[in-house]
């Protein structure tokens, strides 16, 4: 939030300080500005010369076509891995061993392979099983369980970030154990895990362009089918690296937001 005016009545020291600050931050944000125009210049400059416009002008609205399920995509898996890595903080945080191996077993073999090699296990050989998952489900459950993966860390790390303090009252006043992760715990937790959430929200967001290997129409998928019979894979690439930038950047300034108003309670 930026700062209050100053007052008439305030010292002129303080004015002047508010003044000096208030100049310091224009000028930096000055510079910051033009760097940026700068370099995005540069490199527009480089590949100006090989630019078809006119390919743009044609095929911008079906590349553009495949960012709603891009975020559709990211949305649902994201859903999926939240579920996941509930469910598999709980499993690593089990007294249980048969649990906590189970949870385990999950994290570490999804975190020890590729996600390119998860999506064609999920879509190519459980098909070889008679398993036959539709390309868009495929891809919602491959991510899913990526990204759970990690998330099941971040929830893990949530959890024991609650004071231990007010898990022993809860015991005192004779609340069970399920009802202290209900009441006590989650909530808190969830509160913590919000913002890792967030970031990994973003990260998605890009890697569902791997998805459009098992012919997912996403957005990548759209540029690389717009862009090849034409032979303008650098207009559509680019093109699509411009649409993920902005949907990261729109999704980055929302979670900023969110994280604004939690913490809000701590202050």
Known sequence: MSPEPASADEPQIV???????????????????????????AVLGLIARDFDV???????????????????????????????AVLGAMGRLSHNPVINGIASLYV????????????????YA??????VLEPLHAGIVALGFNYGAYLTEIFRAGIQAV????REAAEALGMSESMLMRRIVLPQAVRIVVPPIGNEFIA????????????????????????????RI???????????????IVFSFLQERLERRLARGDR
């Open 204 to 231: 998605m967001l890009k890697d569902t362009a791997l998805v459009s290997i098992i012919s997912i129409q996403e957005l990548l998928w759209k540029a690389q089918a717009a862009g090849r019979p034409q032979v």
């Open 15 to 41: 004015r002047d300080i508010a003044a000096a600050r208030r100049r310091r931050r224009l000028i930096f944000v000055s510079i910051f500005g033009l760097t940026w125009l700068v370099l995005i210049g």
């Open 126 to 131: 459980l098909a070889e099983t008679g398993i």
């Open 163 to 166: 004071p231990r303090g007010q």
């Open 234 to 248: 650098l207009e559509a690439i680019v093109f699509a690296a411009a649409v993920y930038w902005i949907l990261t």
């Open 108 to 123: 570490s073999l999804i975190r020890g392979t590729p996600l390119l090699v998860q999506i064609f296990f999920w879509f």
């Open 54 to 84: 006119a390919f743009l002008g044609t095929w911008w609205q079906f590349i553009l076509g495949g960012a709603w399920l891009t975020v559709v995509l990211a949305a649902c898996s994201i859903i999926l891995a939240t579920l996941l």
